[in-house]
Structure formats: C-alpha cells, structure tokens
C-alpha cells in the first residue's frame, strides 16, 4: 500500500513540455503534510519538502498527488528568487490515454479460448474514440475484442496525477518547495452519540469525528485539522471527463481513540479542530477521533401532536412524535452539524435504539431538539364535532380530541394545530397559547394508564 502521495521532484529542461531530464531531486526523507479538511468535501493540502536540486530553470513535476485536486487552486512556493511561471496537471492514466496514445501502432489483444488459455492477436489500432477500430489483417473490427496488452508508457503520460510547475532562476542545493491545494475526495462529518439515562431526565454526549478519504491518495504521518461550518465556494468550472471519473470506495468506520482531545479555537465564523498527533489514513479508509464528550447533560422526552383544523379526517388514531430536548450547557463549545443516533436501556440494563436524527450547527449553550419516532402507546382520535357557517368568509367549528396513555406513568403530551385565517378561540377544556398567527397549542396531562380529552371551539375569518 502507499504510504503517502510520493512527492517526486524532477527538475527538467525549460520549456512546458517534456525534455531531457539535467537533475533529479529526491524527496525529503521526513515530509511535512498537512490537510485541513472541510465538511463539504473540500480539503487544502500543504505539502512541505526540502529538496537537493541543481540549479537553474526547468519543469518541477509531482507525482502522486490528489486525484481529484482542483487544478486551478494550486500554489507552488519555491525559494526566493525563483519565480513559476506556469502550472498544468495531468490526470492518472487510464485505458482511453493508452489507446489514443498507440493510434498508428500495433497493440496485442488477449482472447480467452475455449479450453480457458489465452490466445494473443496483434493488431493496428486505427481508431481510439468515439469507438475503437482495430486492423487484423485487412478485417477492420470495430470494439476491442479482448484484453488490450501495450508494450509499455507512452512518453508523456503518469501512472499517477501528476502536478507540473515551469520554474525560473531555481538555486541549487537544499531548498525548501511548498506545494498548496484544494482536492475533493477527503471528508468529514460529526457523529453524536448520546445515551438517554432512565426516566429521560438526562443525556450522555460523545461526539465523533468521522474522516473519509476518497481522495485516490494514502496520507502517512499528515498533520489533521477539520474545519466545521461551510465555506462559500463559487460555482465549480466543470471537470474534463477524466478527471471527474472516480471509484466507489467503502471503508469500514474504526474508532481510534487519541490519547489527547482534539485542540478547539475559533476560526472566523467556524471552528477549527486540530487533532493530536499525526494521523495515517490509507485511500479508501475511515477512521473517528473523539472531539467532544460529556457525561450528563440535563434532557427532557416531550411528546408532540401536530393536525389542523381542516384536512383532518375524524376518527383515525395517530401517534405523538417522540422528541428528546437538552441544551448544549456544559460543554463550553459548540456542536457540529451531524447525525445524532441516541440509545437507551431497557430494563435488562441491555441497549437499545432509540432513533437518529440531524443536528444542526448549535452554539454553546442552544437548545438541540431530536425527532426519535412515534409513541407507539400513546394514541390520539380527533373528531370535529360541530361546523357552522356565519357568513361567506367566516365560520364557527368545534373539535374534539382523545388523548390515551398506555404507559404506566404520566406523561404530557403538546397539542399543536394549526389554523387558518384570522381566527380565535371561544371556548376550551384547557389553556391555549399562540407561538404565532398560525398555531394554537395545549399542553395536556394525561394519567398513567388513563385517557384526556380536549375540546376547543374556533371562529375562522379568511
């Protein structure tokens, strides 16, 4: 497996094309790599290295870089003095490179017979797109008709990405070259662990940090930053097809516990994370750091209903959403936007899960709100239970609500209909109140293995 991007230094004759090889570079023994990383996908690469070079001016070529680098993103530093006077980056090869590099030439294609061994035909490639024309001795085939062998590389091409920078007035020597980028394909998101304890009155907290590399690049010792918020970024340029050609690639999440929390300041508007030590993270691979964690956050389980005044259909059970509720106190930091899976114990002590749900961005100290599911034994009819009509725009109704409570403790359950129109309520079996021009909503107590009923009458004018 690769260690890392390996950073091959050539310096090359002047000129933006490939020429005579004067002096070759060999990669520092001990590279610098830093990655900040950025939650929608983004990361910029800084690639330090102390290079011996001879001097004067050329092509420095970098193999192995990110696959999907932003060409137009790229900063090469070099020594004083120098100056860059152009850059190009040439994606990986693949099998349409190859092709249309041998247009002309003889290739050899490999044909499976049907005793299972191969068979090898040498033919002349004529075409290599839109589709293949092949030669075989005057027959002209169109598609491959097997495995296409090359005799090597064609002049020119990388196996790898490969960056290339025009240099002037490069020293000779040890120099230090500093090569800067944004990429696609490395990524991070949060992912909150909360533990509800029993009777719901509070919240154990771990928040993971979960990295992705998709980058078609493995990272050895790189120095981790990750950057929670989203950055602007203005209309991406589209992509040449074979650079935004890209493998699917899975790797299986695997916790690794640092012996230091992740060091937290505030970055403009966002938040940076630095992670302790330095991290290796193969292409393909995911891996979580610890970032936040707490043992108790003070919780609450609401129940809430939500219908309206009109488009009900009477008589038909529902269920109230299952809510849990805490504020970020304690922490002393705020919460990344993420996915939030919370667990609870049964009365086996075993755990079960609760539900998931998205966080938001949540300052320290903001109120988080969960949606965990339906309370299955809690149910509740709604029936309307009288109508008239006062005028063209303006009418009278009256509704009625059954709440039921199968569990074996009270709970409270927050009614929330909405109503059209300028409206008010005239009569009601409880309180109302009115978060808005739009909502009315009760708070209803219902006993343990007992019912509530609520009634309310409204006057709507549109």
Not at 220 to 246: D, F, H, T, W, Y
Not at 368 to 390: C, H, N, P, Y
């Amino acid at each position: 497996m690769k260690a890392r991007p390996s950073l091959a230094v050539t310096l090359l004759a002047s000129a933006a094309s490939i020429l005579p090889v004067l002096a070759h570079a060999e990669t520092a023994s001990s590279p610098d790599v830093a990655l900040t990383v950025y939650q929608n996908g983004l990361t910029l690469v800084e690639d330090h290295r102390r290079m011996s070079l001879a001097g004067g001016s050329g092509t420095l070529a970098f193999d192995g870089v990110a696959q999907d680098l932003l060409p137009t993103s790229v900063q090469v530093s070099v020594p004083k003095g120098a100056v860059v006077r152009e850059q190009s980056y040439q994606p990986p090869l693949d099998l349409q490179q190859l092709l249309r590099a041998n247009v002309g030439q003889t290739i050899t294609v490999v044909q499976t017979s049907p005793t299972g061994a191969p068979q090898r035909q040498t033919m002349r490639l004529l075409r290599a797109q839109p589709d293949v024309l092949l030669d075989n001795n005057g027959t002209v085939i169109s598609g491959l008709p097997g495995q296409p062998e090359f005799s090597g590389i064609p002049a020119g091409l990388a196996v790898t990405p490969r960056l290339s920078a025009v240099v002037q007035g490069m020293p000779d020597g040890e120099q230090d070259v500093v090569l800067r980028y944004l990429s696609g394909g490395l990524s991070w998101h949060a992912d909150h662990v909360l533990t509800l304890a029993p009777g719901g009155k509070s919240v154990a907290l771990t928040t993971w940090a979960t990295l992705t590399n998709g980058s078609g690049a493995a990272w050895s010792q790189a120095k981790v930053a990750l950057i929670a918020g989203q950055v602007n970024r203005a209309e991406p340029v589209p992509m040449p097809a074979p650079m935004m050609m890209k493998a699917e690639r899975v790797g299986a999440a695997a916790p690794a516990p640092q012996d230091s929390t992740p060091q937290r300041e505030s970055l403009g508007g966002y938040h940076l994370y630095t992670l302790p030590g330095k991290v290796t993270l193969a292409d393909g691979e995911t891996r979580q750091f610890a970032l936040l964690q707490t043992t108790s956050l003070p919780a609450e389980v609401l129940y809430e209903i939500r219908g309206s005044s009109y488009g009900s259909r009477s008589g038909e059970e529902s269920h109230p959403a299952q809510i849990l509720s805490f504020r970020n106190e304690g922490l002393s930091a705020p919460l990344p936007a993420g996915t939030a899976r919370v667990y609870g114990a049964d009365s086996s002590g075993a755990a079960r899960f609760l539900g998931e749900d998205s966080i938001a961005s949540t300052s320290d100290k903001g109120a988080v709100r969960l949606a965990l599911g339906e309370a299955f034994d809690i149910g509740v009819t709604r029936s309307q239970t009288s109508f008239r009509k006062v005028s063209d725009n303006t009418y009278e109704a009256a509704y009625k609500i059954v709440l039921r409570n199968a569990q074996n403790t009270p709970v409270t359950v927050k009614v929330i209909d909405s109503l059209p129109g300028d409206w008010s309520i005239t009569a009601e079996s409880a309180a109302h109140q009115s978060p808005d021009a739009s909502r009315a909503e009760w708070s209803i107590a219902l006993p343990a293995a007992g019912s509530t009923t609520l009634t309310y009458s409204v006057r709507v004018t549109s």
